[in-house]
């Protein structure tokens, strides 16, 4: 279990004592989608949604949750975020809305969480305000695309 580092030797969950560690530039990008049928995505592409304007709602949503991880994640630390963006998009081909979130702090500990919660609340988001007009939306394919920064390094997933 040495590999697990919100566990203690006991098996427990922990935090993780990150006070010895530098403060450097993290970055973490995650991404996401909803997949709704083609007609909730017209109606989306042209504004005529019962409960307004959903992908603004969305990127409001995402950022706001970026925010408060920390309160929803047990063991995430409380950060300073610098930077969070949040950018939806509708693909005609394949009926969804892409979501991508960027999370930048300078700290000593990573913004992954903080990324892929954005993603999810956005989302959420999505599916709260179209599901009058589409039950069968589906969220999916969030996932961790890349990060940098800190003692681990970069990582990229595209």
Do not use: W
């Not at 697990?4 to 991404?31: F, I, P, Q, Y």
């Amino acid at each position: 279990m040495s590999d697990l580092t919100h566990l203690d030797e006991s098996g427990r969950a922990r935090m993780v004592d990150v006070g010895a560690k530098d403060d450097t530039l993290r970055e973490a990008v995650a991404r996401g989608e909803v997949r709704m049928r083609p007609e909730t995505l017209q109606r989306l592409a042209a504004g005529d949604m019962p409960k307004g304007d959903v992908l603004a709602t969305a990127r409001i949503a995402g950022i706001m949750a970026a925010k408060r991880a920390p309160d929803l994640i047990p063991l995430c630390h409380p950060l300073l975020l610098t930077h969070v963006a949040v950018d939806a998009r509708l693909d005609v081909a394949t009926s969804t809305v892409q979501i991508e979130a960027t999370v930048r702090t300078v700290g000593k500990t990573g913004v992954e969480m903080e990324a892929l919660t954005a993603v999810s609340v956005a989302a959420l988001t999505i599916y709260d305000m179209c599901k009058a007009i589409d039950r069968e939306m589906q969220i999916g394919a969030i996932r961790l695309v890349r990060k940098s920064g800190g003692r681990s390094g970069d990582f990229v997933n595209d």
